[in-house]
């Protein structure tokens, strides 16, 4: 056999070796993160506005009750698996909101259980921001992004649903709801279907930015398996796709949440002036 073709095997060899080593780091499952609990959250409770569609009335009594627990903060921690490429990687993160106001949330990818990539994407006093390996976006495309992003978890902190002043539900059919939300000066807007016989939602769709590019593109997020935490049931599996790629691209399962607790550790205190 000649040299050129023994080094063209021994290549080879290595790159099935490096692929084999890089596809198992991404099949181990990552440890949770930790969250502790500073106490045993309180609530008030508050009545549904008058007028709701019967979906819409029927998902709030579900998940809520007769009346709504108000949530003001939520932390939450989660596992799943993002595509890069043709690849899954596991990932985790920790999350923290003012429902319908701000959130925060840490995302790293890991390698051998180990982080090897970790993202920030934030959308704090109306300011959308992605950090990735130490390099930031901001700019008006991703600041709709996030606040629709916002919108869109506030399935896992229901009352802001039912008792932030600045939405409304408008009917859309006979199972879906349109959620009209507030964005900067204006509006913005969610469609949330409904299942015909457990009457929870199964997602929300809208019209969202991705990255850089110049025009909206349809952005779902599907909702699964519903878990009741304190006073409130939350799905704790969603799944997220663009409408022109053929699946998910992101896979969420959460493992703990925590209302009512201090997040001014990563999101600062309201400003009462706006």
Not at 102 to 120: A, D, N, Q, S, T
Request: hydrophobic share 45%; with cysteine.
């Amino acid at each position: 056999m000649s040299p050129v073709w023994i080094v063209a095997l021994v290549l080879l060899g290595v790159l099935a070796l490096v692929s084999v080593i890089i596809w198992l780091g991404l099949r181990m499952e990552p440890e949770p993160l930790e969250l502790l609990q500073d106490k045993e959250p309180e609530f008030e409770y508050a009545s549904f506005a008058s007028g709701l569609s019967i979906p819409v009335r029927r998902y709030f009594e579900l998940v809520m009750g007769p009346n709504a627990a108000v949530i003001n903060t939520t932390t939450l921690i989660g596992r799943g698996k993002m595509r890069l490429g043709p690849l899954w990687a596991p990932v985790r993160f920790r999350a923290s909101y003012r429902p319908g106001k701000e959130f925060h949330r840490m995302m790293e990818i890991l390698w051998f259980g180990r982080p090897v990539l970790k993202g920030l994407d934030t959308y704090l006093d109306r300011v959308g921001k992605l950090v990735i390996a130490g390099k930031a976006q901001t700019g008006p495309a991703l600041d709709q992004a996030q606040n629709l992003a916002l919108w869109g978890e506030g399935i896992w902190m229901p009352s802001v649903f039912a008792l932030d002043p600045g939405v409304r539900w408008e009917q859309h059919g006979e199972y879906t709801a349109r959620l009209v939300i507030p964005f900067e000066e204006s509006e913005d807007e969610l469609i949330m279907d409904f299942c015909p016989e457990s009457g929870l939602p199964e997602g929300f769709s809208a019209r969202r930015y991705r990255g850089q590019e110049p025009h909206k593109t349809g952005w779902k997020i599907n909702f699964g398996d519903w878990r009741r935490f304190g006073p409130v049931l939350i799905p704790i599996r969603c799944s997220v796709r663009w409408e022109d790629e053929r699946g998910p691209w992101l896979h969420l399962a959460v493992d703990d949440v925590h209302y009512n607790e201090d997040v001014s550790s990563v999101i600062p205190p309201l400003n009462p002036a706006k």
